[in-house]
């Protein structure tokens, strides 16, 4: 037997008192992480929340002019929602490239970007969408841009008694995601990346958004990439100035998975195409 | 913690730790071991159950999340000594050969034809896309699903000791059920 317990709850505000407890509390959702972390030994939980029955935490819906997902959707619901498809595709390719369609039935886009490894494929679509996150806790709430959510390789700015209970973004009509991975399902991603445009009715870009996966401690928007294409179209001159100042964002580095070399070249490459994509959507 | 679960239609209560995966209850608690260990990380598919109607790879599910809930195994796909379709289909278009990762890809292709009836090959091979095979090329695996689902609509042949009546009257029968 082990020494530590298990609780469900129905209810957000249930998992709040809960979560209120001095003790060391793990949330529990789809559990493809924390599973594997308890049984490698690198979690050692007191008390395990499930969170995976509270229905508030669970479906996708527009509100106010956003789109909210709730935090216990799985990626599987995401992939299969019209919502997605026509207002965050990059969201949608990401889901239909993630792990694999059995494991999609379990992971939820909370767990997704609470666990923040840096391979994530849910967090560069909802960073290039400019996603914030409602965290909740006991008597209090705080959205945040989900930008300033993660922090690093696999950590966030989640405090222990908080719960996240939605992500949201105003719908993207031209967005986009592309991930080279070393196979194809369940690849853990080599590279990511998510674009999303806002244009004009002359479709010159307002608003452009880059974010990459996978290339260094954490998911992260290329502010300074995404500036050159302000007022333009994506065209030679625009991906010219971008190879120029992208250095300025991302600073790849070895790894198992690619080497700083190829991974600084097809981040230049897959952004372009991805821009494209997204543009021509 | 006391468990209750629906398995293969039959209801069962078990002492778990909280700790426990889905696999673990199946394999030890319930002594069934239709549903394989394979790499125990959600990698490889040999530990595919059927969760409340869907595929989910029972090494990384929390036993004690499934309460109240219905589970299908390997198990539960005979009719006694009759074999499901789609296990014969598997032999039939030799999908089999050492054997390991089999219930896991029955498990996979039961719930994914309920949900998907009459799939492409390509919709075939990404629903099987977290299920590893060492033995035989996934060639095999996808010409035994494509096999089940033609043997499965081929219209229904009347022996030839029949009376034309007699078939007739079995029509009418199945328009009307
Ligand atoms: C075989 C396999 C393949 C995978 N492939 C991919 C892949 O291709 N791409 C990818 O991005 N990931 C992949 N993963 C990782 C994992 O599936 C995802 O990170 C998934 O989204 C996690 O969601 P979950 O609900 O299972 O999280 P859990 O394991 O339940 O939780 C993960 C973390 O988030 C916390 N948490 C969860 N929900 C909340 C909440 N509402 N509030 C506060 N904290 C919360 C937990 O406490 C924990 O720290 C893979 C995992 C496996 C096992
Ligand atoms: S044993 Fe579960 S996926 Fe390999
Ligand atoms: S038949 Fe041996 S692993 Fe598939």
Known sequence: ?281 | MILHLTVNGKNVETQISPEQTLLSVIRGNLKMTGTKIGCMVGECGACTVILNGKAVKSCVVNAAQCEGMEVRTVEGLANGEELHPLQQAFIDHNAVQCGYCTSGFLMTAVAFLEQNPNPSRDEIKKAISGNLCRCTGYIQIEEAIEGYIAERDKPKEVPDNETKENAAEETVEAAAS
């Open chain 1, 1 to 281: 037997m082990s020494d530590f317990d298990f609780i469900s709850v129905n209810t957000i505000d249930e998992a709040l008192d809960v979560l209120a407890r001095p003790q060391k509390v793990t949330v529990l959702s789809g559990g493809t992480d924390v599973m594997l972390r308890i049984h490698d030994g690198r979690l050692e939980p007191s008390l395990l929340l499930d969170v995976s029955r509270i229905e508030e935490l669970k479906g996708i819906k527009e509100k106010d002019g956003f789109i909210e997902i709730g935090a216990a959707t799985t990626i599987n619901e995401i992939g299969a929602s019209e919502l997605i498809k026509d207002n965050a595709y990059a969201l949608y390719e990401a889901a239909d490239v993630f792990a694999d369609p059995n494991t999609r039935n379990r992971a939820t886009i909370g767990g997704n970007i609470t666990n923040a490894s840096p391979g994530a494929d849910g967090a560069p679509a909802l960073f290039a969408l400019d996603g914030e996150v409602l965290i909740k806790k006991k008597g209090g709430e705080r959205r945040i841009p989900v930008t300033d959510y993660i922090i690093g390789s696999y950590k966030t700015v989640l405090e222990p008694d908080e719960l996240v209970a939605s992500i949201r973004f105003k719908p993207c009509k031209n967005s986009a995601f592309i991930k080279i991975g070393l196979r194809k399902a369940m690849a853990i991603s080599v590279e990511t990346v998510a674009v999303a445009l806002f244009l004009d009715e002359n479709k010159i870009i307002t608003d452009c958004r880059v974010a990459f996966g996978a290339l260094g401690p954490s998911t992260l928007r290329a502010r300074n990439t995404e500036k050159v294409f302000v007022g333009y179209t994506p065209n030679e001159e625009t991906f010219a100035k971008a190879q120029e100042v992208i250095a300025m964002d991302i600073k790849p580095r070895d790894g198992l998975r690619g080497s700083r070399e190829y991974r600084f070249s097809t981040a230049h490459v897959i952004m372009e195409r991805a821009l494209i994509k997204a543009y021509e959507k």
